[in-house]
């Protein structure tokens, strides 16, 4: 609603206006982000231990010198583990995400731009996925189980790919309509020449949404993932499973939890005020 | 509106076929053998061999499939592998037990979540707003089951208030019934209303700022009549289908929710019977909540039809 | 004060935050409209204009804000007003009309409880105002307001939503009517009931009328006074009339200039566009904001800003030379008639009984058309006539059905895809809208090297730009950095990269301004008679197609009604429905409406598709049989049951000699 | 997704490796009737910690996963439905927590010719909760039930060579007597909770016991659901007078370890009945927890595969064993509860166990050694497992690591890891390296026959020694200690020093329970559950 104009001679509040709250978000959130890649590369000269090595002396250290974050039941290093955590999501994130995003371009452009029984055959495909994703999703994890990061991938991707080529089929169809389409079938360019020339350049804004909205959701699909036990090898410093098989030991020692779970938030959060930031940047007119 | 929904409901079984090979196909690659499940490691290789072929194990892949699928369709949905009881009653069961937590959260959630987006969008871009969309992408980014472990502790744990396991004594009155699904709700609540809010957050603002929100403000009506008669239909509408999404979710996407607070729910009986290949319970909680998920996406739409007047009477009524 | 009748707005400013810091969008703006008088405001888009009409109801959007000045109506200082001094106000005193009435309206709501509500506003109780609702339509002059009431805006035509937010203004009895381009987007002859309406109700109100336009014509038939905007201040002011005829600002009479008039050509009246573009708020620098594109500017110009100079008894211009031109009379020298239609070039384009279908419903029913060789042919009729899908067709693109298309005499297949490389090359197209004409993630370069590369042409990238008057600097813009006018004229140079016989123009005008559009046109007809190819032309605007066709042709829901040389279409005797279109765009207001719009309903495909709204109807004949084909004369046909000296004729067309 | 479901399957067939029965089966195949008698043992009951006054009433809420079949005590093996049955059921013999006999539904049992027969006298008076008299014709139903292969019964194997069908027979109402296919002196463990399918059960019993659950055990199953939980309610015709003393038991289903134990935390459940001691016991004495343990024959068998490179060289095998740090093992897995083990099967809780040869210890030296006189450089292998021993994999990776062996772990779930067919694929008999959790078991044999014998049925590593071979018979034959002491010296020397299975820890067994509300629940080797003695408080 508009803000009325006070008394005459008056000017109003200004409002800052969206860029201004952008900034900041990107500001944090690429930092927080770019924190944690750089860990996720170089945790092994940061992280004070082996993140799996065991230290049957100190189980359940709490915080202090020596293990600034604590030990864990086998007397891992908190801290260690932590920081080792954020490769595992930082590899299969960034992985599905891409190829999600590759995958669900692909499909979605050659369903919008052929239309016809193509792209019939596709929906309906497409529908048959994104429909069932959870159970898919299950379903698959227990078939591909012991081929761990790969399925992770796999299964992510999968499930993005379904709604980046509906996203993409979506502006496609608008984009197909558009006279500058019909500019081109009307000097008889062919159709991957229109999909390729014409209507990609103009759906990269949709595709790059659309992969900055899945990163996050690959994060926080990663970690859940992970939380349920399919992903790394066991024993590897994922944060997800180190909140699982730690909840037990809240009640006595509660820093193995909530350090893994505080990476996950701020990586995810994070993610979630970039992609946003960027998003309304982009849908910006 | 009849053709869509005929239209609609025609498509349904077609996806479903596609769907349950799919589950079957995947089936088939998950390792192990439920004869095997049911007799123990230490039962004789003979004694497991003739479980097979009592179960019918050994016939091709196909032949069980189709035996299966029109067993579905005539509603002999056949026992349990593992558990020999009847399916229909497991995932009945099951279902019911997850419909109970998923309406409960999203009974929770719209109220929450709409009122957020409300008071968001009619503020925009002032510090309310601020406030409301930051905390929700924050929770809406956190996995449910990094607050669903924060709660448990603080409440159930620490606190002792409620009880740690989502499960339903048999004789709870309602308040304690209650009391065991609030935690697992909330958790899924404070997931959720995130993304709601925003939908509703950005139909308000559309509305707030549409021409007739403008109008009405210029013909003199006070800024609270015209969130009351003009703002708000026109900014919950759209945002059905946001809740038909969150629903959807809500119901397929527990898994996680259902172990940390052990509630027998769908999700849950859905994993376990892949991972022990037992397929009729696995096709038939496949199909069930297939079945529900389209239904739930197409009430979704109907009631969106039905609450917008331009979709419901045609936009090309001229 | 409080005796004063009227609006009166004293050195109004209004400022927006940007980026860059507060930039005035309306700048020190002074004028009055006394009860009962309608004020005309005109200007091109970013103006000012519409920034203007909301300061005056304190409605601005957000980060505007009124700096200076007074508005008062009625004697009411309408920005002292306290919050709920200023509802109560608005409640009471001010009525609003937007352009496109239909996002005006609660989509939700219906129609009747919209206007119910308003009329609670004004305190009847929930019975009176439901009793009073269908009287409201009534006075709008709505059918059926009983069943109108009942409907949701979206089942309404764009006239009927207008009106219905006519009648919400009405409700009020307001002291102060603002309409911000009520009728732009409507068809011409609904757009000429919708004025006429308003008209007839502004001496039944007796409030201060101020009516925002960018078309200076209309301006002029409805308004009593106008006052011409240009990047955010007054440039001249006076009785309607008199500026109009003579202009005293060179801004207006270049406005003037770049205006089609129907009853002028291309061959006799060539437009003239105004060079370079408004500025932006905050860009015009200290002196007159127009000197930049003013033939007249000097250094005066440029150094200080004009003042407002009383030039006579009831003018206003702000001009440093406003004393020395006194004759600056638009209406250039009746240029050297050309000869008109260039004969010995054969057909070149024939449709025969082609019929397209949407859904159901034929959108192009059994249409025979002719194309000469190196002729424009115009294409007029109202939104929804089928006029698109019918160029579509001879394009090649949009749904498929029968009828035949030929081309030099060899038929075209249906659609493009089928066509050969010679035939795609021959018929190329110059669409609507020019935001979605080009890539817009293209060059200009890229564009045209593209077209050209598929098109087989010969001229460079850089050659196509400069026929079409593009400055070569653009060639390695993007195509959505340019503006409206330069997109068209990248578009017009693509579509003649090819050398083609026929360009099929799409309303290829109706986005853009006035003085753009006149420079679009000229670019047409320039290269029309430079290359002698064949244009179909799309337009809805009469005057436009007057401009640029040879021949015409009138469509009416999904029919050709009339065919002919243009003089000869527009001086009539024409078909019934040609006729309404002339009038509505040369008939005074007020007039009682010959050709009611109604509520037409689509309804069988029996008899003369005009007969619900004809004047001349032969009742139980036009409604039930198909019109037959006459012809008049001179290759002029007409579809109708009357003869030739039953037709209706235009009362004398300005410019016809 | 996976490790939930894994740790599903795994939690449920926690007790998988409990089967005592097919062991006794190859026991008694081996020890060729020697005619020890131990009948006529009138022992009592060994829960004697008890308060002198006993409060009756309340009801003991029991954490648990859920069954993963249906709960049937002819093929049931996880020890969910073990204890479900067992508190409506009763044995002949029950299996205390130190292993001995303790009499149950027989009062006394003997063997008149050194093992090849055998009498059990029924106790009198004992009904079944629907009314129905126990007598010997019930009993010889039940063993016939088990006998015949159509009901694939898991201790039909534990009974192949020792009982036949038909060897059973009703001397008169209260005495059955069993004819043995050959005499066999431990045969009273085959018929006693050891052998967990052996339960007394009414002749009509049709395989639907959670429907008609009719025993002559201490509680009555009053509702069963497989997601769930069961209820159960105090049998009021249990034949000890005066037990149990609860109203009843009720067992809630925890699909998952975690929530099973955040259960017992938060007050949701007073006790477990798989409780395991990595998880449980560093939260002794946290909130209300209490924590009963007990020494167990139990282990996780790091088995290496001695038909396959590089397990094939029995330096490197050692190299594996002298990589150990046993106490630390103990330490991470059972939280220092179990007992050191030194890679041979006597647990020093078996009284042949030889007692001269040196505990092997962590000695990387000797491991660079070996390496280098078997010739590898880098040492570096795979190591499958299932779930439930994934904390000892862990530890074992994090060790190996530290003196240069780099170990991978391949997780697989359990149905994977125990799928497949036990003659040709099975991971757990199969793979180069793996482990596998064995129960506690009542004597060496258990261990030794089905395990390390050349071809043996689950010889996973590919053993094949004749010198063991031997002694294993012998040991079995043995009639005097110091025979047995000798015989067992051999095999033990044998298996420290070509090392096909690594056994670093012998297990130790808890059970956690609300230590505030209820006294007398406790822990036992193979995690029975005998509720009868406790009490609320």
């Not at chain 1, 999909?195 to 659309?210: A, D, F, G, S, Y």
């Not at chain 3, 090297?449 to 050659?463: D, H, K, M, V």
């Not at chain 3, 360009?503 to 000229?522: F, H, I, K, W, Y």
Request: net charge neutral; glycine share 10%.
């Amino acid at each position: 609603m508009t803000t009325s104009v006070i008394a005459k001679g008056i000017v109003p509040r200004i409002s800052r206006g969206v860029g201004g709250r952008s900034r900041v978000a990107l500001a944090v959130g690429g930092t927080l982000i770019l924190a944690w890649a750089v860990i996720a590369l170089f945790w092994p000269h940061l992280a004070p231990y082996d993140p799996v090595h065991q230290d049957p002396l100190h189980r359940f250290a709490p915080p202090g010198p020596g293990h600034w974050l604590g030990t864990d039941q086998f007397g891992r290093d908190t801290l260690s583990r932590m920081l080792a955590g954020a490769r595992p999501v930082l590899q299969v994130a960034p992985l599905a995400t891409a190829l999600g995003t590759l995958a669900g371009t692909v499909v979605g452009l050659v369903a919008g731009t052929f239309g016809g029984l193509v792209d019939e055959v596709v929906m309906r495909v497409l529908d048959a996925i994104v429909v069932f994703p959870t159970i898919i999703a299950a379903v698959l994890f227990v078939a591909l189980s012991g081929r761990s990061v790969t399925a992770v991938v796999l299964v992510i991707a999968a499930s993005f790919t379904t709604i980046v080529a509906r996203s993409v089929r979506a502006a496609t169809l608008v984009e197909r309509e558009k006279a500058y389409v019909e500019a081109a079938r009307l000097r008889g360019e062919r159709s991957w020449s229109l999909m390729l020339r014409e209507i990609l350049p103009n759906v990269t804004t949709t595709v790059l949404v659309e992969a900055t909205s899945r990163f996050g959701d690959a994060i926080f699909a990663a970690a859940t993932l992970s939380f349920l036990g399919l992903g790394q090898p066991p024993g590897s410093p994922e944060w997800g499973a180190s909140v699982s098989d730690n909840r037990t030991w809240l009640q006595i020692a509660p820093w193995t939890v909530l350090a893994p779970a505080l990476a996950i938030a701020s990586l995810v959060v994070a993610t979630a005020l970039v992609a946003d930031a960027l998003r309304s940047r982009w849908e910006a007119p | 509106m009849r053709r869509f929904l005929l239209r609609r409901l025609a498509a349904i079984p077609l996806t479903l076929v596609a769907v349950s090979a799919l589950v079957f196909a995947a089936t088939e690659l998950i390792p192990g053998d439920v004869a095997r499940a049911i007799l123990g490691r230490e039962a004789s290789e003979s004694a497991v061999r003739a479980l097979r072929v009592q179960l019918g194990l050994d016939r091709p892949a196909a032949t069980r499939y189709v035996d299966w699928l029109g067993g579905f369709v005539t509603g002999r949905w056949g026992d349990s592998y593992t558990l020999k009881v009847p399916v229909r009653d497991l995932v009945l069961d099951r279902l019911g037990a997850s419909l109970l937590l998923a309406l409960l959260a999203f009974v929770l959630l719209v109220p929450v979540a709409v009122t957020l987006g409300l008071v968001a969008g009619i503020n925009h871009d002032r510090p309310a707003d601020r406030v409301i969309s930051v905390t929700g992408l924050t929770f809406g980014a956190t996995p449910e089951f990094v607050t669903g472990v924060i709660l448990l502790v603080v409440f159930s744990v620490k606190l002792r208030w409620l009880p740690a396991s989502a499960q339903i004594p048999p004789d709870a009155s309602p308040v304690e019934a209650l009391n065991h699904l609030l935690l697992p709700a909330l958790s899924l609540v404070i997931l959720c209303t995130g993304y709601v809010a925003r939908h509703v957050r950005a139909s308000t603002v559309t509305a707030v700022e549409s021409a007739y929100a403008r109008a009405a403000e210029l013909r003199g009506f006070t800024r609270a009549q015209v969130v009351r008669r003009h703002v708000l239909r026109n900014a919950t509408v759209p945002a059905t289908s946001a809740l038909g999404v969150q629903l959807q979710f809500l119901l397929g996407g527990l898994v996680a929710v259902e172990l940390l607070f052990n509630y027998p729910g769908i999700g849950a009986l859905l994993l376990q019977s892949a991972i022990d290949k037992d397929l009729p319970t696995l096709q038939t909680t496949a199909m069930v909540l297939g079945i529900l998920y389209m239904l739930v996406v197409l009430g979704a739409d109907v009631v969106y039809r039905v609450l917008d007047p331009r979709v419901r009477l045609g936009v090309a009524a001229r | 004060m409080s005796g004063e009748r009227g609006l009166r707005v004293d050195g109004l400013t209004v400022a927006y935050e940007t980026a860059r810091g507060p930039v005035e969008a309306v700048s020190d703006v002074s004028f009055e409209v006394a009860a009962g008088e309608t004020y005309g405001l005109v200007g091109e888009s970013g103006c000012g204009k519409t920034t203007l009409g909301r300061a005056l109801g304190r409605h601005l959007p957000r980060g505007g804000a009124i700096t200076g000045g007074r508005v008062s109506v009625d004697g009411t200082d309408v920005l002292a007003l306290a919050p709920a001094e200023l509802r109560r106000w608005r409640a009471s005193s001010l009525a609003v009309v937007h352009q496109e009435a239909g996002s005006a309206l609660d989509p939700t709501m219906r129609i009747g409880a919209q206007l119910a509500e308003v009329l609670r506003l004004q305190g009847r109780t929930r019975r009176e105002a439901r009793m009073q609702v269908p009287r409201l339509l009534d006075r709008v002059r709505l059918p059926d307001p009983e069943a109108i009431a009942r409907r949701y805006p979206h089942q309404l035509s764009g006239g009927q939503q207008q009106r219905v937010v006519i009648a919400q203004a009405l409700a009020a009895r307001p002291r102060l009517l603002v309409l911000d381009e009520p009728t732009t987007g409507l068809d011409a002859t609904v757009q000429h009931e919708i004025l006429g309406l308003i008209w007839a109700l502004r001496a039944e109100l007796g409030a201060a009328v101020v009516f925002i336009s960018h078309d200076l014509a209309l301006v002029g038939r409805l308004c009593d006074r106008v006052g011409v905007l240009y990047a955010g201040r007054l440039i001249e002011e006076g009785p309607a009339g008199e500026v109009l005829a003579t202009p005293r600002h060179p801004y207006t009479s270049a406005l003037l200039a770049s205006a089609p008039q129907l009853g002028r050509t291309r061959r006799t009246h060539p437009l003239a566009a105004i060079p370079g573009r408004p500025p932006a708020p905050g860009e015009a620098g200290t002196g007159c904001a127009f000197a930049p594109r003013c033939t007249y500017a000097d250094d005066t110009c440029r150094a200080g800003l004009p003042p407002l100079d009383m030039v006579s008894g009831r003018r206003t211009v702000r001009c440093h030379h406003a004393a020395n031109l006194i004759d600056l009379s638009h209406d250039g020298p009746a240029a050297r008639a050309e000869p008109t239609a260039v004969d010995g070039g054969g057909r070149l384009l024939e449709i025969q009984g082609l019929t397209r279908h949407y859904g159901g419903t034929p959108v192009v029913d059994d249409v025979d058309l002719t194309i000469n060789r190196g002729e424009v042919l115009g294409l007029v009729g109202e939104s929804g006539s089928g006029k698109t899908t019918l160029a579509r067709a001879v394009a090649g693109l949009g749904p498929q059905g029968s009828g035949v298309i030929r081309l030099d005499g060899r038929e075209l297949a249906a659609g493009v895809g089928r066509r050969d490389a010679r035939i795609r090359r021959a018929v190329q197209m110059v669409f609507q809208n020019p935001d979605a004409s080009l890539n817009p993630s293209h060059t200009v370069r890229t564009v045209l090297a593209r077209a050209r590369r598929s098109l087989r042409g010969t001229l460079a990238p850089g050659e196509l730009a400069a026929r079409a008057d593009l400055d070569a600097y653009l060639l390695d813009s993007r195509t959505d950095r340019l503006s409206g006018g330069q997109k068209q004229r990248v578009a017009i140079a693509r579509a003649f990269a090819g050398d083609p016989e026929l360009v099929v123009c799409d309303e290829p005008v109706s986005a853009l301004d006035v003085s753009v559009q006149a420079g679009v046109l000229r670019l047409l007809a320039d290269q029309q008679r430079r290359t002698r190819t064949s244009y179909l032309f799309i337009s809805h605007d009469l005057a436009v197609v007057g401009y640029l066709a040879d021949r015409i042709a009138v469509m009416y829901r999904g029919q050709i009604v009339e065919q002919g040389p243009a003089d000869d279409v527009l001086a009539g005797p024409h078909h019934p429905y040609t006729a309404s279109l002339v009038e509505a765009s040369l008939a005074p207001l007020g007039k009682a409406d010959a050709y009611a719009v109604g509520d037409v309903t689509a309804k069988d495909a029996v008899g003369c598709r005009f007969a619900a709204r004809c004047p001349l109807r032969v009742d139980g004949l036009c409604e039930n049989e198909d019109p037959p084909l006459i012809t008049l004369a001179n290759d002029h046909t007409v579809r109708c049951h009357l003869d030739a000296t039953g037709l209706p004729e235009a009362t004398a067309l300005e410019g016809e000699t | 997704m996976d490790m939930h479901s894994q740790n599903l399957l795994d939690r449920r067939r926690f007790l998988a490796g409990s089967g005592v029965a097919g062991l006794l089966a190859l026991v008694a195949a081996c020890s060729g009737g020697a005619g020890t008698s131990t009948g006529a043992s009138s022992q009592q009951s060994a829960t004697g910690s008890l308060p002198a006054t006993s409060k009756r009433g309340g009801t003991l809420r029991a954490g648990s996963p859920p069954p993963p079949t249906a709960v049937d005590p002819i093929t049931m093996y996880d020890g969910t439905a073990i204890a479900i049955v067992q508190l409506v059921a009763d044995y002949l013999i029950w299996l205390d927590k130190d292993f001995t006999l303790v009499p149950r539904l027989a009062e006394r049992w003997e063997t008149p010719d050194g093992g090849k027969t055998w009498s059990f006298a029924l106790r009198h008076g004992v009904v079944f909760s629907d009314g129905t008299p126990l007598d010997a014709e019930t009993v010889k139903a039940s063993f016939d039930r088990l006998l015949d292969p159509d009901n694939k019964s898991a201790a039909l194997s534990a009974f192949d060579t020792v009982l036949a069908k038909g060897g059973v027979a009703v001397k008169d109402p209260s005495t059955v007597v069993f004819t043995l296919e050959r005499a066999f002196s431990d045969f009273p463990y085959l018929v006693s909770a050891g052998n967990y399918n052996t339960l007394i059960l009414k002749k009509d019993y049709a395989g639907d016991f959670t429907k008609k659950p009719i025993g002559t055990g201490p509680f009555l199953l009053q509702s069963y659901d497989p997601s769930k939980g069961a209820t159960l309610v105090r049998n009021p015709k249990y034949w000890e007078q005066g037990k149990p003393y609860l109203d009843g038991v009720e067992i809630k289903f925890y699909a998952d370890d975690q929530a099973d134990l955040l259960a017992l935390q938060g007050g949701d459940v007073d006790t477990q009945i798989l409780s395991r001691p990595a998880l449980v016991s560093p939260l002794k004495g946290a909130g209300d927890i209490a924590i009963d343990q007990v020494k167990s024959t139990g282990f996780i068998a790091l088995t290496l595969r001695t038909d396959q490179a590089p397990f094939d060289r029995k330096e490197v095998r050692q190299a594996v064993a002298y990589a150990l740090d046993r106490p630390g093992v103990n330490a991470t897995t059972y939280d220092g509860i179990g007992a050191l083990g030194n890679d041979h099967l006597f647990a020093a809780l078996f009284p042949a166990a030889p007692t001269d040869l040196p505990q092997r210890a962590k000695d990387p030296a000797k491991v660079a050694a070996l390496l280098a006189a078997a010739g590898v450089s880098k040492l570096s292998f795979p190591l499958t497992f299932d779930p439930p021993s994934k904390d000892y994999a862990l530890t074992v990776q994090s060790q190996l690591k530290e003196v240069g062996i780099e170990v991978t772990l391949d997780q697989r779930t359990s149905a994977d890891f125990y799928g497949g067919d036990q003659e040709k694929d099975t991971p757990w008999l199969f793979t180069k390296a793996n482990l596998v959790g064995w129960a506690g078991r009542a004597v060496p044999s258990q261990f030794i026959i089905p395990m390390v014998k050349s071809k043996a049925v689950w010889n996973g590593s590919k053993y094949a020694n004749p010198a063991l071979d031997a002694a294993a018979t012998a040991y079995d034959a043995a009639t005097t200690d110091a025979d047995r002491k000798a015989q067992a010296e051999i095999i033990a020397k044998a298996l420290n020093d070509d090392v096909p299975v690594i056994i670093s820890v012998w297990s130790g067994n808890v059970r956690a329970y609300n230590g505030k509300k209820f006294t007398g629940v406790q822990a036992h080797p193979a995690s029975y559950v005998d509720f009868t003695s406790v009490s609320a408080l």
